[in-house]
DNA sequence: TTGTATGCGTTATCAC
DNA sequence: GTGATAACGCATACAA
């Protein structure tokens, strides 16, 4: 039977401490310290091997906290995400995760699953664990409570969208771009009416900005086109005016494509199809979307892949920026968005068949 | 000499400790301190409003890395993900966030990205953190490396899959039930060979316990049954196999259904099958999963729904129960999983047709 | 009821 | 080259 070691307690077999350390190579603690900060050059290399030897036989390993509150900086870098649900926030954090590994930060994840009170909390906790920074993809934050970090010296980098009355550095998708491409794409194809089906904007610019870009579009192809507004929690009435909508396109008959504004978004409107239509639904109603999800392959959905791997990584650099002192003005970056053609949005047979 | 009330660099204004609330505030930082800790009785009422006020004054959050320093526990867990691409990682973590939330805790989120290295890079990363305890959900740790955790007085709790050689609590679906309760349902649909399809082992037990229980269930049926391994990073010969698979069927010819190990397997199949029969693949060959995604409902899919909240949820009350200083014996909480029903398994013509 | 002093693990300042 | 020693922001034993 081992005992273990003979820990005091048998409990918590306290972890090393740089006291330790220097206790065990015979030394001070600011040698361990000098070590610890690669300030190799000033120790002599037969202090050096002492000081391995004992690191390595404590196991020590520095406590970043302390460390964090005696130089003021802990590497933490808070990471707000509205929803991890969405693959979009997914795709972004993965860039974000190796963009942080690549600088030396630690990202601090908070998920607020679509709550806003959520958000807020989170916000707090990380003022509250001193994060030298934040990227923030909220879903009704306000101006205020951006402020509060800003002010206190704390650089905030926004992802997808902006914050009303905040200015700050932003990274996203080139939505204007986007939503034409999609736009002119379909209008090529033959397509004579557009139905542009997003959720309802309320502090979300995106939203706001992609619908407007896409009544630009609509407006400058001079093509038929019109805005569905779906509230996701409870969908039953914008898909109602779909069915309306693709009904009156059959007596017409019109060409109509869907367009939905995001992933979640185009998949209520892919399962509502698939009841309304069977499992070929694809093949009678054309529907586009904004967002790459891993299903569009299987549904034969066209869509506009995201550069999200880019847009994560682009948050971190500006942050990483600021953090290390520059002080420009804000700045702005729009990442062009990918045409992703397949077969839901290629020509059909007209309606009435 | 103070001359630190002149922000030098008017650039970040620190933010406000304990010490200037308590300067603010007329008194010493004992009774700042006894007020954040709630001691509020002891607290004379108008104290506790001069308190009250320089802390709305000076915007103060306490530091929870000096406090954590302190006291020995900073509230800090540490989550470790394998993959969040997988939607089943994104809903135990659901479950981790309103637990922790609940408990007071503050979740650190790792995410692997599938990569070994990364997994050892953040279980690093964690100790040097201080966390009080972590979720395990990797792919390749051993177990000498969550060793280092537990000596330590760290509590470890396994998500989904276990650790060869280390006993800690673990908390997932219950493996055999789940596949006995979906074979039986292929069985009961009249398919007569069931093809389980399965990522190469490697150390995810959970893949290893779901195929020995599809091989049991099958024996114990007497039904015709088999198992292909596919590794996602190079499908092409698994894919093959199945296709050899279901044209042998279609000559013989025999009802034969594919039973894909998780979400990712299924995906994966998925798009070959759509890939090789068109949109309507599934009617020509029956798609059964474990793990409910979020287009399964879009292809019909039947699937068994794992109770990932719960799992998450269970995962802290189980960290959260040692850190609170319980003894016990490692635990085991297996949950079970939810057959969701849908047209993919519904009896099919048989293939002559 | 309130305040003083000490220490958590580290780094920075300054001597030797 | 090396090592005491004083902070960092907070909690607590102890004194008042």
């Known amino acids: ?39 190799t050059s000033v120790l002599s290399p037969e202090l050096r091997e002492r000081i391995e030897a004992a690191i390595a036989k404590l196991d020590y390993r520095p406590n970043q906290m302390a460390r964090g509150l005696k130089r003021g900086r802990n590497r933490l870098v808070g ?11 997914v795709e972004v954090l993965q860039g974000v995760e190796a963009a942080c590994h690549a600088l030396g930060y630690m990202p601090l994840i908070c998920h607020a699953a679509n709550e806003i009170d959520m958000e807020r909390r989170y916000l707090q906790l990380l003022t509250t664990y001193r994060v030298e920074g ?18 206190g010296g704390i650089p905030v980098v926004l992802v997808d969208r902006s914050v009303e009355g905040f200015v700050t550095d932003m990274v996203g998708l080139d939505n204007p771009e986007a939503v034409a491409l999609a736009t002119r794409h379909l209008v090529e194809e033959g397509f004579d009416d557009v139905v542009f089906i997003v959720q309802p904007f309320r502090r979300v610019s995106s939203r706001r900005v992609r619908e ?13 086109g019109s805005t569905i ?3 996701l929690a409870e969908a039953a009435p914008a898909l109602a005016a779909i069915d309306a ?11 109509v494509a869907l367009f939905a504004a995001n992933a979640p978004v185009a998949l209520r409107v892919a399962l509502h199809l698939k009841e309304r239509y069977g499992a070929n639904w694809q093949q009678r109603v054309a529907l586009m979307s904004i967002d790459d999800s891993e299903w569009a392959e299987l549904a034969g959905m066209t869509t506009v892949r995201q550069p999200t791997y880019d847009i994560g990584r682009r948050a971190v650099e500006f942050l990483h920026e600021r953090l290390e002192g520059a002080r420009m003005p804000a700045r702005e970056c729009l990442l062009p968005g990918e045409l992703v053609v397949r077969s839901s949005t290629r020509r059909k047979q007209s309606p009435g068949t």
Request: proline share 3%.
């Open 134 to 151: 934040v990227i923030v993809n909220a879903l009704g934050v306000k101006e205020e409570l951006l402020q509060t970090f800003s002010l």
């Open 212 to 224: 407007a870009a896409f009544r630009d579009t609509i407006g400058a192809l001079g093509t038929k």
């Open 1 to 39: 039977m081992h005992e273990e070691q003979h820990p005091m307690t048998s409990a918590a077999a306290r972890r090393a401490t740089i006291t330790d350390v220097a206790r065990e190579a015979g030394t001070g603690k600011t040698s361990i310290s000098r070590y610890l900060n690669g300030e």
């Open 79 to 89: 990471m707000l995400l509205a929803d991890l649900t969405n693959p979009y926030s």
């Open 245 to 255: 909508h693709l009904d009156a396109a059959d007596a017409n008959p019109q060409r």
């Open 229 to 231: 507004v779906i509230d």
